[in-house]
Every structure is written in C-alpha cells, then in structure tokens.
C-alpha cells in the first residue's frame, strides 16, 4: 500500500507534458535580430577563448621543450 507521500512523488506523464506546455507558452522567443547578435557574440567569445587555449598551450609546450633540454 503506498502512502500519501510516496503518491505525490510519483512521476505523472500528463502533468509533467501539461506543465511543460504551459511553460512554453511563457517562454519570450528572441527576434531574428536579437538572435544573430546573439550569435555574433558567442562566436567571437569562442574565437577569443580558442585563441587564449592556443596561445597558452604554445607557451607551455615551448617553456616545457626548453626545461627537458
């Protein structure tokens, strides 16, 4: 026998799809204009950090060939 607690724990597919609907219609959607700065932003964020890694990875590998010289 389950106990009140143990029933209000339980997963219910048709709340949850209820709720995630609801949700949605919440949900502000960016406009195209906002989304391609957006976009712009994290690609130039990712070419900044990818640049960073490469640049550090450079200096370890040449300070690390120097120390095993």
């Known amino acids: 026998m389950t106990t009140e607690n ?8 048709k709340e ?7 949700e949605m ?3 502000v959607w960016p ?3 906002e989304l391609s700065s ?3 932003v994290v690609f130039i964020a990712v070419i900044f950090v990818c ?3 490469w640049i550090c990875d450079t200096v370890f590998a040449r300070a690390l060939e120097i ?3």
């Open 67 to 69: 120390i095993l010289r």
């Open 51 to 53: 640049a960073l890694i």
């Open 6 to 13: 143990e029933k209000s724990k339980s997963f219910n597919l």
């Open 25 to 27: 219609k919440r949900v």
């Open 16 to 22: 949850f799809l209820t709720g995630v609907k609801a």
């Open 31 to 33: 406009t195209r204009k």
């Open 38 to 40: 957006y976009t712009v």
